[in-house]
Each structure stands twice: as C-alpha cells, then as structure tokens.
C-alpha cells in the first residue's frame, strides 16, 4: 500500500486519533476560542461554496472555486485546520495540527489527482495545465465544455458538507468545557 493509499484509506480514522492528542495537549482561552472560530469560520464558508459545486464522481467540476483551484475543499479545510489550531492555544497542538494536515492531504491530493485523470483523460489534463493544484489564483475564461456552472444548496446536502460546521461547533463546545475545567 502506497502512502498515498494509506492516507486516503486512514485519514478520518488518524483524525479522530489526531484530535485525542490535540485536545489533550490544548490550553484553550476564550480569546483563542473566538478567533480560532472566526477563522474557522472562512474556512467553513469556503468549504461550503465549493461543496455547493462538487458533483464526486460524476462530473469534472470546473466551474466556481474550483476554476480558481482544483482542491478549494481541502483549501478550505486547510483555512478550518489554522482555525483549530489558534483555538488550542497550543504550539504543540497546532504543530500536530498543521503537519498532519500538510503530510495526509498532499498524498490524498495526488491520489484524487491520479484518480481524475483515469476518468477524465485529456479534460482533466487541460483543467490541471489551467488551474493551480491548491494557492488559488484569479480564474481565467470557464472551459466551453463546463456543463455545471452554478452553485447548488441541494449539491451542499448531497455531499454532507453540512457535517463540517457541526464538527467545528463540536470542537469549539469541547475546547470551552476545557477551558472552563482547567480554569476550576
């Protein structure tokens, strides 16, 4: 099993692991709480405005956020992950953070990069030669061929984003039952 295989396969399963550790190691402050949230919070939106566009496994989604960069979900979640880590109010926890974010979505994005290409063949090649793989930039012109143009409440639902923000706010509640127990 590549690396990338195991990231793809494990990541949730390393992520809950994860977040053990981190809450273990979090010294969280009403003040770190709120502007962790808050940059959480950009992060959230910018996971649900390309969720409202990703149509997984059916289409090459091109259009939206995903003309600025092909990964905005993991754009986001990176934004949510530096959200995290501000509200541990830990060095240590937000290293942990960031590095596992950093090793796991680099092999998960060249296993989903391998994947779109086997399906999608020249198409997908044009779009990667024309998108940047994560730091968006400004979009140039839609490719003629990109059928779903638009942003979908009912695509948001079918891809469970609305799961992130409840697993955030779950976070957050965590961290400030913590802070109020190590403040007893």
Do not use: C
């Not at 793809?8 to 003040?31: C, E, M």
């Not at 289409?59 to 959200?83: E, F, H, V």
């Not at 296993?111 to 997908?124: N, P, S, V």
Request: glycine residues 6%.
């Amino acid at each position: 099993m590549t690396p990338r295989d195991f990231f793809s396969r494990w990541r949730v399963r390393l992520g809950y692991l994860l977040g053990v550790l981190v809450l273990f190691l979090a010294q969280p402050t009403p003040l770190s709480i709120f502007l962790g949230a808050a940059v959480g919070a950009i992060g959230l939106a910018i996971r649900a405005y390309a969720a409202g566009y990703l149509h997984k496994q059916e289409l090459l989604t091109t259009t939206g956020p995903y003309a600025w960069t092909r990964n905005p979900l993991y754009l986001g979640s990176s934004i949510l992950a530096i959200g995290a880590a501000v509200t541990m109010h830990s060095w240590l926890a937000a290293a942990v953070i960031l590095v596992y974010f950093a090793v796991v979505y680099t092999f998960v994005m060249q296993r989903e990069e391998m994947e779109l290409r086997a399906k999608h063949g020249a198409a997908f090649d044009a779009y990667a030669a024309s998108v940047p793989l994560f730091f968006p930039r400004p979009a140039k012109a839609s490719p003629p061929d990109a059928a779903i143009g638009s942003f979908s409440w009912s695509q948001y639902k079918r891809n469970h984003e609305y799961e992130a923000p409840l697993g955030f706010l779950f976070l957050l509640m965590l961290l400030v039952a913590i802070w109020r127990w190590r403040a007893l």
